[in-house]
């Protein structure tokens, strides 16, 4: 009889500690999945706004070379240098990185002396990160030709493409957001104006 009381004695102190080690197991289990959903909230942001940033950039671009009176290297420079000055003076993850980091590669992207002022042309995109391209679309097939073909007014396009490296606040990772978009000048409208289009390829040189 007194060994079974004792028994009773024991165990509230033994439900006790085992409380103890749920409690912090499942408080450790609820911030983990808390940072989870933050973070995706997060990196879902900061894709929304490199996507705003690529968008705006391409669109006044394509905006500027279709509005010049002449094709010429000062105005394809010109229009590849709006893109620039959006995306370098834009920022992310929450307005706390900027993207001056691509200013090197976009400057890289243009030739004055190049058709189309493209210093570099990839077969296959996504295979420069940092990039500007003007080219010739054709609505029809959906290709834009970054290549020796000077555009007409009407399918002067601009291709802007970056990506960039952030450090979540929530788990430190480092993650990778990547931006692309293509805008055509499009005259047929009225008033004429830049819109997005979506490509199938692109054809280089």
Do not use: H, Y
Not at 17 to 45: F, K, Q, R
């Amino acid at each position: 009889m007194r060994r079974s009381a004792l028994q009773n004695s024991a165990r509230p102190g033994l439900r006790s500690g085992i409380g103890v080690i749920w409690l912090i197991g499942s408080a450790a289990m609820i911030v983990a999945a808390m940072s989870l959903v933050l973070e995706t909230g997060w990196l879902n942001l900061c894709r929304s706004e490199a996507k705003d940033v690529a968008e705006s950039a391409a669109l006044a671009a394509a905006r500027s070379w279709g509005l010049a009176a002449t094709d010429d290297a000062t105005s394809r420079t010109t229009a590849k240098t709006r893109a620039k000055t959006i995306v370098t003076g834009s920022l992310l993850d929450g307005s706390s990185t900027q993207l001056l980091a691509l200013d090197a590669g976009l400057a890289a992207s243009n030739n004055a002396a190049a058709v189309n002022n493209n210093a570099g042309c990839p077969s296959i995109l996504p295979a420069v990160n940092t990039l500007i391209l003007l080219g010739d679309f054709d609505s029809s097939t959906r290709i834009l030709n970054a290549g020796t073909v000077p555009a007409t007014s009407s399918r002067r396009a601009c291709l802007v493409q970056f990506s960039v490296s952030l450090t979540s606040p929530f788990t430190s990772a480092t993650r990778t957001v990547k931006a692309r978009a293509v805008a055509v000048w499009d005259a047929a409208a009225t008033p004429a104006r830049s819109r997005l289009v979506s490509v199938s390829s692109i054809s280089c040189p």
